[in-house]
């Protein structure tokens, strides 16, 4: 018998123990929160399309009936490779036979962290619950504002970075503007909002056929919102974002620019990339220890010396081909291999971009596909229907979940 540790509930993390469940190892979960977050969904939170607990699932109850599978809430401190322990910010320490590290990612500022006050990331289920309400109250600052400039400035929008968590976000906000409230409001019309999308490259989506960025594009200046490509971000204050061509004053600045990989890692003196990533081997291992892992996005796993992207499925694949090794006690080990099912983003309402090998769909078809295929993800049959129904609701009767303000 094996003693295993898996940092990290992410996708990486959970599906390795979940496929080294039921076996005769004994495994430890461990991660700061006590639930699995489908993060892919995260900014829906964001924008009062849904719940919390609608794209969370506790992670005891995914593994409540594997005696060989113990889960731990905790933060991780330090990682000692040589004498194979794992010390916890509460001083306890647990002592491995393998380790998998799948700490995931946090949010970039490239440097200028005295930004991240004014202009928050989507990383976790707090992160999302601030965007909400500062989303809300600056729709209700405007309703007691009477002078038409000042109250611009609450209707305006910012969002950072036009990968597909800038795109999604972007997306959703204009369907509350545009679509959700105009019925809320009597001293002035949520129509009046302005949304921007700022990208400092050439494209929103780059990961994506250009002819699909485009359309990408096209689709959000439909919705409303104001795309700004080439324009790099200067500054960011509490009420303004300065870029290269103007100064935007807003309320509400929510930063989707950049990933960096947790600063556990670094306890590992093992060789990094410029995003704090470990270069791992093939196997996905680190040098000098084949017993220690790094999946998901906290690795950087090249292929033909280009990176696989920080997602879902690679995330996934990951961690059951790490459980297969451990499992089977492997020595010699076939190289991992990702299998590419392709990437797609949604843009709004009854909009979206999907990418497989030659295969391109958009608009309503893509979109069809892409939220069937987070259903099919999504952790338990209930969190699918009620992300279900709460779609349903809010695609026929143009209608956001609870937007409360605590």
């Known amino acids: 018998m094996a003693k295993v540790i898996i940092i990290g509930g992410g996708f990486a993390g959970l599906n390795c123990a979940k496929h080294l469940a039921n076996t005769e190892h004994d495994i430890l979960l461990i991660d700061k929160t006590n639930h699995h977050l489908f993060q892919p969904l995260l900014y829906q939170v964001a ?121 999604e976000m972007a997306g959703s906000i204009a369907d509350i503007a545009y679509k959700n409230l105009i019925k809320d409001f009597r001293n002035f019309s949520s129509k009046e909002a302005r949304i921007y999308l700022i990208e400092a490259s050439d494209n929103i989506l780059p990961m994506f056929d250009g002819e699909l960025s485009t359309k990408a594009r096209h689709y959000l200046a439909k919705f409303g919102v104001i795309v700004r490509t080439n324009e790099r971000v200067l500054d960011i204050t509490k009420q303004s974002v300065t870029t290269e061509n103007d100064i935007i004053e807003a309320d509400t600045i929510i930063w989707a620019a950049g990933n960096e990989a947790s600063p556990l890692l670094k306890t590992l003196n093992t060789e990094l990339d410029r995003q704090g990533r470990v270069l791992v081997k093939p196997d996905c291992s680190i040098k000098s220890h084949p017993n220690i892992f790094v999946i998901g996005d906290a690795a950087h796993f090249s292929i033909n010396e280009i990176p696989l992207p920080g997602i879902a499925p690679v995330a996934i694949q990951q961690g059951k081909y790490v459980s297969k090794i451990i499992r089977k006690n492997k020595k010699i080990r076939p190289d991992f291999v990702y299998f590419d099912k392709g990437i797609m983003a949604t843009i709004g309402k009854s909009k979206a971009i999907a990418q497989t090998g030659p295969f391109k769909l958009t608009g309503m078809i893509a979109w069809l596909a892409w939220s069937l295929i987070h259903l099919l993800y999504l952790i338990g049959y209930r969190t699918k229907v009620l992300v279900l129904i709460e779609w349903v609701i809010s695609y026929i009767f143009n209608k956001k979940g609870p937007r409360l303000i605590y």
Not at 73 to 79: A, E, H, S, Y
Not at 117 to 132: C, E, H, V
């Open 47 to 167: 924008t009062a399309v849904l719940s919390p607990a609608d794209i969370a699932v506790p992670i005891r109850d995914v593994f409540r009936n594997y005696p060989n599978v113990k889960v731990l809430m905790g933060d991780v401190k330090n990682i000692d490779k040589t004498n194979q322990k794992v010390i916890l910010k509460s001083k306890k320490v647990f002592s491995f036979d393998y380790l998998v590290i799948a700490t995931g990612a946090k949010h970039s500022y490239f440097g200028k962290n005295e930004w991240e006050p004014f202009a928050g990331g989507l990383k976790t289920i707090s992160d999302a619950l601030n965007i909400r309400e500062k989303i809300l109250i600056a729709f209700e600052k405007a309703e007691r504002e009477t002078d038409p400039k000042k109250r611009q400035k609450h209707l305006n929008f910012v969002v950072v970075g036009g990968g597909p968590t800038g795109v």
